[in-house]
């Protein structure tokens, strides 16, 4: 028994209320449950009740045992001095407060209904390996299953604005800097993304600003901080962009020593650092003020022109500098900008709005829904479980439901998990 499903029982008032009585037998009417509480103090503010003809109001303490009061040393913090009701499983002892009355107390197990706690038990003892509810998450409703995706796809948003806005704060507010950081790890894809990123924290962004007229310039900046110059390579092109680093590398003190190295095993070649060092100094160069027309853009096709660029010439028959390959343009796919507008475009434009105290949630479903859903295993298996993501907005969502709700086991805060709870046969 967990004490999440007795709050469960008491928000949602999921027991028979009908003739409800404390310990000592005085009869309890519920008018408020209160506000459920997800800090330190009482689990429930502000409840109101009638207890025996008199009203009350005030915080609803829940424990699995009346002895918990104490356990918890509830009975020396002022915070529960105005808790007007104990609510528990098993009652093995009296609670008193400070003037020693004693706090009336309900035994939740005589009033919830047997089909509710076979559910519980059900769900939280399954012997399936990948999620509780997966031999009866087809059965929920389909309205609830997408309203709750759409909530939790926000909710995962809410994550990474809060992660843009401490960058934005380590880049003294400059949103310039704080998409070139972003861009640089999404550019990294999964293997490289860190590299990618402490890449781009190994300089001052205004170094970029600098050099992005001259692209030869930012592919010796990016390479050279990489640490892919530092070779004995034969060639015009890389003997230029390695005098050209160690002329910037004087000129602007850059270190690379924090840089984490590249990898290109298990890539396959045009995902290889240098084929995406050489587009990101591409977009950069094209785009100067790339932050202002990210943000001024107001459809997909949009994105997709800004970030339809191409490595320099060099790069059309390499993959590394070594060696020479088939001729080949590599500029950016559709597939890779979708992943830069899932990961890095559209929670850039929701964190912008939110510090502008602007609201653009429906042109965020919008862009979101007209993107394909994302392949991987987390969304495979809730295709299988009758889970289908109909577009990058569900993907998104089902990747925060089961990191954040179904791996925690945290089934009582999702609407999913509430649905099963109240299914008939589980």
């Known amino acids: 028994m967990q004490e999440d499903f007795l ?108 089909t509710a706690l076979h559910n519980y038990h059900k769900l939280f003892n399954s012997k399936q390996t990948w999620i509780n509810c997966d031999h009866r998450i087809g059965a929920v409703s389909p309205f609830t299953v997408t309203n709750w995706l759409e909530r939790l796809f926000f909710e995962r948003l809410e994550r990474k604005a809060k992660e843009m806005e401490e960058i934005l704060d380590q880049s003294n507010n400059d949103w310039e800097a704080v998409l070139f950081k972003l861009l640089a790890k999404n550019f990294g894809l999964k293997i490289n993304g860190d590299s990618f990123l402490s890449l781009a924290n190994s300089f001052d962004f205004s170094v970029v600003r600098k050099q992005q007229s001259n692209l030869q310039s930012l592919e010796a900046l990016f390479f050279g901080q990489a640490n892919l110059l530092a070779g004995d390579v ?116 929701f964190c912008y709005a939110k510090q502008q105290g602007k609201s653009i949630e429906a042109d965020i479903v919008k862009l979101m829904t007209q993107l394909k859903p994302e392949k991987n295993s987390i969304v495979d298996k809730f295709k299988t479980l009758k889970v289908v993501s109909e577009s990058a907005l569900q993907s998104q969502a089902v990747l925060q439901l089961k990191n954040n709700y179904c791996d925690k086991n945290r089934c009582l805060k999702c609407a999913i998990g509430n649905s099963v709870l109240t299914q008939k046969e589980v």
């Open 7 to 114: 709050q469960y029982l008491w928000k949602h008032k999921k027991l028979n209320t009908s003739n409800l009585q404390t310990t000592n037998g005085e009869q309890v009417t519920i008018s408020n449950v209160g506000t459920h509480n997800h800090n330190a103090g009482p689990d429930f503010f502000n409840g109101q009740l009638t207890i025996a003809n008199q009203l009350w109001a005030g915080n609803i303490e829940i424990h699995i045992k009346s002895s918990d009061w104490y356990v918890h040393n509830h009975e020396v913090d002022p915070n529960y001095d105005n808790v007007i009701l104990h609510v528990v499983w098993e009652h093995d002892t009296e609670v008193f407060r400070k003037d020693n009355t004693q706090i009336p107390t309900i035994v939740l197990k005589d009033y919830v209904s047997k």
């Open 234 to 349: 034969q060639g015009g092109y890389y003997q230029t962009l390695q005098k050209d680093y160690g002329f910037l590398k004087q000129k602007f003190s850059l270190d690379n020593s924090s840089v984490i190295p590249f990898q290109f095993f298990r890539l396959r070649p045009p995902n290889f650092p240098t084929i995406r060092l050489s587009q990101l100094a591409m977009v950069y160069h094209v785009h100067h003020n790339l932050f202002s027309k990210v943000i001024a853009s107001k459809s997909i096709a949009d994105i997709y022109n800004i970030f339809s660029v191409s490595t320099t010439v060099f790069w059309e028959t390499h993959y590394t500098f070594e060696k020479e390959s088939k001729a080949n343009k590599k500029q950016i796919t559709k597939a890779f900008i979708d992943l830069l507008l899932i990961n890095t475009i559209i929670p850039l434009k």
